[in-house]
Nanobody, 121 residues
């Protein structure tokens, strides 16, 4: 059974930090690129940060460059999102997404259930 379980969300003041984690199970994590998305109320889901299967390359939305860092630990089947200098506009539900190919070259993608991040004084 495939699972992506996000954790680490919560309420933080502007300028604060949070570290999100996404623990994966049920698939070969090291074969999958991982992405963090977020969706604010009334807005479309948007890409925040992505990392390749080996962790050798990352990509960020312009709005979070220099503040957020994505990383992964393939030994722990976990991807992280370190978020610094959080601002009210970062308030959203943050989702973990996995995308890759099985050993039989079948495309698969999976979503987590999301974790709420609220930035407010």
């Amino acid at each position: 059974q495939v699972q992506l379980v996000e954790s680490g969300g919560g309420l933080v003041q502007p300028g604060g930090s949070l570290r999100l984690s996404c623990a994966a199970s049920g698939f070969t994590f090291s074969r999958y690129a991982m992405t963090w998305y977020r969706q604010a109320p009334g807005k479309e889901r948007e890409l925040v940060a992505a990392i390749t299967s080996t962790g050798g390359s990352t990509n960020y939305a312009d709005s979070v460059k220099g503040r957020f860092t994505i990383s992964r630990d393939n030994a722990k089947n976990t991807v992280y999102l370190q978020m610094n200098n959080l601002q009210p506009e970062d308030t959203a539900v943050y989702y973990c997404h996995a995308e890759g190919m099985t050993t039989g070259w079948a495309y698969r993608n999976y979503w987590g259930q999301g974790t709420q991040v609220t930035v407010s004084s």
